[in-house]
């Protein structure tokens, strides 16, 4: 992990545009590290994290209809009941 100052962030902003690995920023005067800042991961998070089970793995295009779904699904098995959406 590299460290840099906030001056040098000042002075060229273009580090942060170019990021690739985590990088610490430390303020000199009190000689504390003041934040790391982490590079924005383009790929999907999915298959990293579901190993041999990505191919298992569905992925969900309406989060919110997905929660409702689910939240459904278990009222129906709690208490044995079908809750609708009220208009």
Same mark, same amino acid.
């Given at each position: 992990?590299? *460290?840099? *100052? @906030?001056? !040098? =962030?000042?002075?060229?902003? &273009? %580090?942060?545009?170019? %990021?690739? !690995? +985590? ?10 590290? @003041? &934040? @790391? =800042? /982490?590079? =924005?991961?383009?790929? *999907?998070?999915? $298959?990293?994290? +579901?190993?041999? /089970? ?5 992925? @969900?295009?309406?989060?919110?209809? +997905?929660?409702?779904? &689910? ?5 129906? !098995?709690? /208490?044995?009941? $079908? ?5």
């Amino acid at each position: 992990m590299e *460290s840099i *100052s @906030v001056g !040098e =962030i000042q002075k060229n902003i &273009a %580090l942060l545009t170019k %990021l690739t !690995e +985590a990088i610490t920023i430390v303020d000199k005067r009190k000689n504390k590290r @003041v &934040a @790391v =800042i /982490y590079p =924005i991961q383009e790929e *999907s998070v999915i $298959d990293s994290l +579901a190993g041999k /089970y990505h191919k298992h793995v569905q992925k @969900v295009e309406g989060l919110e209809q +997905a929660k409702e779904q &689910a939240f459904r699904e278990a009222m129906r !098995e709690k /208490y044995g009941v $079908d809750i609708h959406k009220k208009c």
